[in-house]
C-alpha cells in the first residue's frame, strides 16, 4: 500500500460519492416504501447487498487485470463501496430494533444481511471472472 495525498483524495473523493449515493439510495426507498424505525430496515439491507456485489465485481476485475490503476482501485473499492455500504447503520439499527423489543426482526436482519452480503460479494466476483473471460 502507498499514501500519498493523490491516494488519499482518491478514496475520498469515491468516499463523497459512495456517503451521497447511499443517502439518495436510502432516501428514496424509505420514502417510495413508508419504512418507519420499527420496521425492517430494507434501506440499510438493500444498500449492503448492493455495496458488496460492487465490492466482488471491483476486486474481481482487479484481480483479472482490468482495474490495473491501483488509485482507481482504492476509490472504487475502500472509497466509493466503503462510503456506500457501512455497517455501522447495521450495528445501529440492530441495537435500536432490540431496544423496541424486535428480537425476531433484529435476528431475521442480521441473518439476512450476513448470508445475503457473502452471496452477494461471490455473485460479484464471479460475474467479473465473466467478464475478463469475455474481453
Given at each position: 500500500?502507498?499514501?500519498?495525498?493523490?491516494?488519499?483524495?482518491?478514496?475520498?473523493?469515491?468516499?463523497?460519492?459512495?456517503?451521497?449515493?447511499?443517502?439518495?439510495?436510502?432516501?428514496?426507498?424509505?420514502?417510495?416504501?413508508?419504512?418507519?424505525?420499527?420496521?425492517?430496515?430494507?434501506?440499510?439491507?438493500?444498500?449492503?447487498?448492493?455495496?458488496?456485489?460492487?465490492?466482488?465485481l471491483?476486486?474481481?476485475?482487479?484481480?483479472a487485470?482490468?482495474?490495473?490503476?491501483?488509485?482507481?482501485?482504492?476509490?472504487?473499492?475502500?472509497?466509493?463501496?466503503?462510503?456506500?455500504?457501512?455497517?455501522a447503520?447495521?450495528?445501529?439499527?440492530?441495537?435500536?430494533?432490540?431496544?423496541?423489543g424486535?428480537?425476531?426482526?433484529?435476528?431475521?436482519?442480521?441473518?439476512?444481511?450476513?448470508?445475503?452480503?457473502?452471496?452477494?460479494?461471490?455473485?460479484?466476483?464471479?460475474?467479473?471472472?465473466g467478464?475478463?473471460?469475455?474481453?
Amino acid at each position: 500500500m502507498v499514501l500519498s495525498l493523490k491516494t488519499l483524495l482518491c478514496v475520498g473523493g469515491g468516499c463523497f460519492a459512495g456517503g451521497v449515493l447511499r443517502y439518495l439510495t436510502s432516501y428514496i426507498i424509505c420514502t417510495r416504501w413508508g419504512i418507519t424505525a420499527a420496521d425492517m430496515p430494507w434501506h440499510t439491507l438493500i444498500i449492503n447487498y448492493a455495496g458488496c456485489l460492487f465490492m466482488g465485481l471491483f476486486c474481481g476485475l482487479a484481480t483479472a487485470g482490468l482495474i490495473e490503476s491501483p488509485n482507481l482501485r482504492l476509490a472504487l473499492t475502500a472509497g466509493l463501496c466503503g462510503g456506500y455500504s457501512t455497517l455501522a447503520a447495521f450495528a445501529f439499527e440492530n441495537t435500536m430494533l432490540l431496544r423496541s423489543g424486535h428480537y425476531f426482526t433484529t435476528g431475521a436482519y442480521i441473518l439476512a444481511t450476513l448470508a445475503g452480503s457473502l452471496l452477494c460479494f461471490v455473485v460479484g466476483y464471479a460475474l467479473a471472472n465473466g467478464f475478463s473471460r469475455a474481453l
